[in-house]
């Protein structure tokens, strides 16, 4: 089997990535790009055997790498984010042949963030890892955080090496040692970002990429009892399933999970902000856990703000990810393009209105679906309280604010909510009372990595951003100094 494929004029290697050397296995699973079914190359699936050598050898580095301390490590890691810099194009063109979002994107603004993740942590592992000294009866708490150990790290695909490096980054900046399997549909870009840790100079086993299905390759790595944390992004149960596995090691877990997000569009509201917000939510066709997918209107604003949202809809550009001026690329994978497609057929069946798309593009074919949106659903339907994960959107009116309040926070989930109002004071009084880890106000989509990101309810457990992701990743200590005792 070929060990190395071509991507983009990039040359990716298939193999897993382990104590600084490539490892190949008997096992195989196939990569193909969204964009037209293109096969892109088999890749070696990793098994208990190689998991296991991948935390052993995070383990073997972790003694040294944590003894190195935040400024050492922030020169490595600051040697890494210049190499992504430098391979911005490459990566953003891998990226984008194996998951179809847009190249565009990808160059603008997703790999210059992958590089900001690994400088942004690094800086703050030194400079703002601190908590003043305070006294206790005249003793001194002093607090410090302790690299842990071996964190393992299960990533999704619908942003793979941003969603990749917003965990490795503190990680690594900790002093943790990493195991990372990336998806299975998007293997590509972890694969050449190991390339880059070793040009980089990271010590080998500080950084492992192990790669296959979910069952086979992620399953004996968050049941390992080596490592000492487990931060996985994906759906609610996938999380269930890891949530058990790490029972037994009672290994601590970040999650961040599935949304159903309101957009919320006050009687007050600059209906022009809102369609511009609105049709944001169409973003990477819809395969954003952020995504605000359910629209919620005050009645008497609805159709002006409808026309507006739809003016909208009509500029957008469906095609190729890689033409730079596509606004929507196609669905990452056949299984899930079906799952969609299952959903809108069903809510049809349903006679729910279909107010635009509804159905794949049939000028284009493959993956592509149009960017759709359900007029008034009946309150607790599958397709306005179940994640799609897709360009598919729902507008539902409400009249007063608690009746806005209970359909808003009528879901499962609790990761986003969007909210366009022209007044503050009702802004305020709408948002205290909505639950959910991230409220954009008039804006959609601003992140600040200092800022703690997470979900309630069913969309997460834990926080990660800034200080919050180093109260996780790392161990936190007080140490109590008594004024008693000292013979100097
Ligand atoms: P999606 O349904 O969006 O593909 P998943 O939650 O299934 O999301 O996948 C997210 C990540 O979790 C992927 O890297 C996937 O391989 C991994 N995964 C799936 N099942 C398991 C499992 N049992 N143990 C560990 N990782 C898993």
Not at 255 to 272: Q, Y
Request: net charge negative; charged share 20%.
């Amino acid at each position: 089997m070929e060990h190395f494929i071509e991507v983009a004029g990039a040359t990716i290697d298939t193999r897993n990535f382990i104590n600084g050397e490539r490892v190949a296995t008997g096992d195989t699973f196939a990569n193909h790009s969204p964009i037209d079914g293109t096969f892109l190359g088999d890749f070696h699936q990793a098994g208990e055997t190689e998991v296991n050598a991948a935390v052993e050898a995070a383990r073997a580095a972790f003694p040294a790498w944590a003894a190195m301390g935040p400024a050492k490590r922030g020169e490595l890691l600051h040697k890494l984010a210049d190499l992504v810099e430098a391979n911005i194009e490459t990566l953003a063109m891998i990226e984008t042949m194996d998951n179809g979002s847009l190249l565009r994107s990808h160059i603008r603004g997703v790999m210059p963030r992958v590089a900001m993740n690994i400088r942004f942590f690094a800086d703050w592992a030194i400079n703002k890892l601190h908590h003043p000294a305070f006294e206790t009866r005249g003793h001194s708490n002093n607090i410090s955080w302790d690299p842990s150990g071996v964190v393992a790290l299960i990533t999704p695909w619908n942003a793979p090496l941003m969603l990749a490096t917003w965990k490795i980054g503190p990680a690594l900046a900790a002093g943790d040692t990493v195991v990372l399997k990336p998806a299975e549909w998007t293997p590509l870009s972890a694969s050449f970002f190991a390339d880059l840790t070793v040009q980089a100079g990271i010590p080998a086993g500080v950084f492992n990429v192990v790669n296959g299905l979910g069952r086979v390759t992620g399953m004996p790595l968050v049941s390992h009892p080596g490592i000492s944390r487990i931060s996985f992004t994906g759906s609610v149960p996938t999380a269930k399933v890891i949530a058990k596995a790490a029972a037994d090691n009672l290994t601590p877990l970040s999650f961040e999970l599935g949304g159903k997000s309101p957009i919320i569009v006050l009687g007050d509201a600059d209906l022009d902000l809102a369609a511009e917000l609105a049709v944001e939510q169409y973003d990477n066709a819809g395969q954003v856990c952020l995504s605000g997918t359910r629209v919620l209107v005050h009645e008497d604003v609805a159709d002006e703000f409808a026309e507006k949202f739809r003016a909208k809809v009509a500029t957008l550009k469906q095609g190729d990810p890689r033409n730079l001026s596509t606004d929507i690329g196609p669905q990452i994978h056949p299984v899930h393009f079906e799952r969609i497609k299952g959903f809108v057929d069903r809510a049809k069946g349903e006679g729910i209105e279909v107010l635009w798309g509804g159905e794949p593009n049939g000028d284009l074919g493959g993956l592509f679906f149009k960017p759709t949106l359900f007029k008034n659903p009946p309150v607790g339907s599958e397709i306005v309280t179940s994640e799609i994960f897709g360009p598919v959107l729902t507008m539902q009116t409400f009249r007063t604010d608690e009746e806005l309040i209970a359909m808003a926070n009528g879901t499962e989930f609790g990761l986003a909510a969007c909210l366009v109002s022209g007044n503050r004071e009702h802004a305020d009084h709408v948002t205290s009372q909505l639950v959910a880890g991230t409220i954009w106000v008039n804006c959609f989509f601003v992140r600040d990595l200092s800022a703690p990101f997470g979900g309630s309810r069913k969309s997460g457990i834990g926080r990660e951003g800034g200080t919050w992701s180093f109260d996780f990743y790392a161990d936190v200590k007080n140490t109590v100094v008594s004024p008693n005792g000292w013979k100097e």
